[in-house]
């Protein structure tokens, strides 16, 4: 089954089961990936479709920021349960450790030896690490050890 099969099927289950909440979230990302299929021309892979999830679940994380600065928890817990949603599409992210140990392999495979490397060494770690990488944990380990 495909990745837009299987969020169609979950959206299914969760308006039988009257998940309004969880349907609408379900909903959403349903609309984005047709968007992203339409401004691609073709089907798109389940790497473009993990792109577009982790878009959504950023864009939840931020709003609960704001939301939680503005003292509204009626909002932020909304967006907190969306977030539950969408993360439930997402690959488990590697820990800081398993982080750390792709960014030194890279470091040492490329040379880098400062700050102007960056831009060399950060795509690398995004691509060996296929989606489960955090960007901004793997962009501080990257500039603690390239200092």
């Known amino acids: ?9 979950d959206m ?3 308006m ?5 909440d969880k349907a609408g979230t379900l909903r959403t990302l349903l609309a984005k990936l047709k968007d992203r299929q339409i401004q691609n021309g073709k089907a798109i892979t389940e790497l473009e ?3 577009v999830v982790k878009t959504l679940a950023k864009q939840r994380k931020e709003s609960i920021k704001l939301y939680q600065q503005a003292n509204r ?11 539950r ?7 488990k992210m590697m820990d800081a450790d398993k982080t750390r140990h792709l960014v030194e392999k890279i470091i040492s495979e490329t040379g880098a030896r400062g ?3 960056i831009g060399i060494v950060m795509p690398l770690v995004m691509q060996q690490g296929q989606g489960m990488v955090d960007g901004k944990i793997a962009n501080n380990i990257l500039k603690e050890l390239l200092k």
Do not use: C, N, Q, R
């Open 16 to 20: 039988k089961s009257g998940e309004k």
């Open 1 to 9: 089954m495909s990745f837009i099969e299987t969020i169609k099927t």
């Open 115 to 117: 700050m102007s490397d």
């Open 85 to 91: 949603v969408l993360e439930t599409y997402l690959p």
């Open 12 to 14: 299914y289950s969760a």
């Open 49 to 51: 479709g993990l792109a």
């Open 73 to 83: 928890t009626d909002l932020a817990d909304s967006e907190s349960e969306e977030l």
